[in-house]
């Protein structure tokens, strides 16, 4: 198995099913700094649109992978911070798309979908999966602290002449933050802008997970559920809850075309692999398991190697332990 510096996982996704991830951006490079971001702070905000990681390279690491005739349900762009900034990201699905077995998917906060050739780049992609957690400018700037420039308007606009000519799936992620949005008119605010952009699903979500600000606060399952039917289409809950309706780490779940065995996308791990994982998604010691297809017994061994070479730290959130790079 070659080591890659730009692909990470397979990892197994609920959303995405099994989903090997392309970063394009350095870390942690974006329009926004969210306080619920789970990569951590933004450390390089900014608008300026540039090729930050070299394109041919991810190119050939996609191609070598591809060589290896491994399973994924998605290849997802996303990574480090937002993609969209990367100047040939388009590149990336194109090639996704010409190799034709395994579905693409971009992660976005919609900030630079307002210049048509983002739009255009964007188009390649199978899935979009959008951002839109607010509902005016200064809801806006209180959840996401955008880079200055970044203009609300601007990107519900973007947003709409994107749904007006993308024949893929658009997806989008409403995030809930009590004391932010989380109110009936807030919800029912952020639910009418979202019709006039016509998503095909409407995903909610809440601070489950470490998050870039400390104690971000999260709502219970049922709240989360009561606002689910403001949406067109209705909401589904993503975030994952524990049977007591407890905020629980969103365990990855094995998609069902992910069988361990050698033509599986699953593969044993090498510390590498996870410090990569642990990198951009903060996980439990079950979710490195699933993911690398280890018993919990190989996961925890390896996250401890890697706790005690300061490669990665622990953080307990809602009763869970969570493990981030760094
Ligand atoms: S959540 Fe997404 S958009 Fe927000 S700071 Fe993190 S990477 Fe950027």
């Not at 949005?181 to 019709?195: F, G, H, K, W």
């Not at 559920?225 to 289409?233: D, I, K, M, W």
Request: glycine content about 6%.
């Amino acid at each position: 198995m070659p080591s890659f510096k730009y692909l990470f996982g397979p990892v197994p996704s609920r959303r995405f099913g099994l989903s090997l991830g392309v970063d394009l951006m350095p870390r942690k490079t974006c329009t926004l700094d969210c306080i619920f971001c789970e990569v951590g702070p933004t450390t390089h905000r900014t608008l300026s649109r540039k090729e930050y990681v070299p394109t041919e390279a991810v190119l050939k690491e996609l191609a070598a992978w591809f060589a290896l005739n491994l399973k994924a349900d998605f290849i997802t762009v996303t990574g480090s911070g937002e993609p969209t900034l990367h100047t040939r990201f388009g590149d990336v699905l194109a090639a996704i798309r010409a190799h034709g077995q395994v579905r693409s998917a971009l992660l976005t906060n919609s900030t630079l979908l307002h210049i048509p050739e983002v739009r255009t780049a964007a188009a390649l992609a199978d899935v979009v999966k959008v951002s839109l957690s607010a509902w005016d400018q200064d809801s806006f700037a209180a959840i996401t602290h955008p880079s200055t420039g970044v203009e609300f308007d601007l990107l519900v606009d973007g947003l709409r002449k994107f749904r007006q000519d993308f024949s893929g799936e658009l997806w989008m992620e409403v995030f809930v933050v009590p004391g932010l949005n989380a109110l009936r008119n807030q919800v029912e605010a952020i639910a009418a802008l979202a019709r006039t952009i016509r998503p095909d699903r409407v995903q909610l979500n809440t601070a489950v997970r470490p998050t870039a600000q400390q104690n971000v606060p999260s709502l219970s399952e049922p709240q989360l559920r009561s606002l689910a039917g403001y949406f067109t289409p209705a909401a589904e809950v993503i975030a994952r809850f524990a049977p007591g309706g407890v905020p629980m780490h969103d365990s990855p779940r094995r998609s069902a075309s992910a069988e361990p065995g050698a033509r599986s996308g699953l593969r044993h791990a090498d510390k590498s692999a996870v410090r990569a994982m642990l990198q951009r998604r903060p996980c439990t010691v079950e979710d490195v398991a699933h993911a690398f297809a280890l018993s919990r017994e190989e996961a925890e061994t390896m996250v401890r190697e890697l706790v005690g070479q300061h490669v990665v730290r622990a953080e307990v959130r809602n009763g869970e332990t969570y493990y981030l790079g760094g």
